[in-house]
T-cell receptor, first 112, second 117 residues
């Protein structure tokens, strides 16, 4: 079963605009990770944020985590057509055993 | 580092047939995971290995499914007597766990897309 949901389910923007995706989850976590999946392909790891962190940056990506609200957001700044993909958040409840529980994903379309 | 590879990339089979998928993890990675992803959904955990030991299995993994990781390197996932509901993308991931409370990153392969007719 899915841990939670991403919002929106689909997002369409123009190149150069920012894209924000939100993820909600249900249980306490050890860490939360964001992955990208191009159509019909495997997942690419983007960023990991631990439960004791509130914000993390990697290039054009900014992730926030609010454990009190059990939610996270992924911001992609200055989007490019190549950012078109599905984005999933995944949570890990424990250290030691990192079974990832994925959300339902946000489909991002960036038009030139 | 050639990444995680999976074979075959696509498989079409008839209901009732057996299929086997292979996953080659990143060398030196001690953990290997299998996930299943149906259309429009996120991946769901099936099972994982630490070295050659299978340590956890999801309830999704019925007795028609079996996974192995002999010698702690590549892994195979076999589905016996396939059903149409088995149609999905089967994803493999590997990671290097350094012990204790270490957090690891899972690196995914391209997946095997199974269609059961």
């Amino acid at each position: 079963s899915q841990q939670g949901e991403e919002d929106p389910q689909a997002l369409s923007i123009q190149e150069g605009e920012n894209a924000t995706m939100n993820c909600s989850y249900k249980t306490s976590i050890n860490n939360l990770q964001w992955y990208r999946q191009n159509s019909g392909r495997g997942l690419v790891h983007l960023i990991l944020i631990r439960s004791n962190e509130r914000e993390k940056h990697s290039g054009r990506l900014r992730v926030t985590l609010d454990t009190s609200k059990k939610s996270s957001s992924l911001l992609i700044t200055a989007s490019r057509a190549a950012d078109t993909a599905s984005y999933f958040c995944a949570t890990a409840m424990n250290t030691g055993f990192q079974k990832l529980v994925f959300g339902t994903g946000t489909r991002l379309l960036v038009s030139p | 580092d050639t990444g995680v590879s999976q074979d075959p990339r696509h498989k079409i089979t008839k209901r009732g047939q057996n299929v086997t998928f292979r996953c080659d993890p990143i060398s030196e990675h001690n953990r290997l995971y299998w996930y299943r992803q149906t259309l429009g959904q996120g991946p769901e955990f099936l099972t994982y290995f630490q070295n050659e030991a299978q340590l956890e299995k999801s309830r999704l993994l019925s007795d028609r499914f079996s996974a192995e990781r002999p010698k702690g390197s590549f892994s195979t996932l076999e589905i016996q007597r396939t059903e149409q509901g088995d149609s999905a993308m089967y994803l493999c991931a590997s990671s290097l766990w350094t012990g204790g409370r270490a957090v690891e990153t899972q690196y995914f392969g391209p997946g095997t897309r199974l269609l059961v007719l």
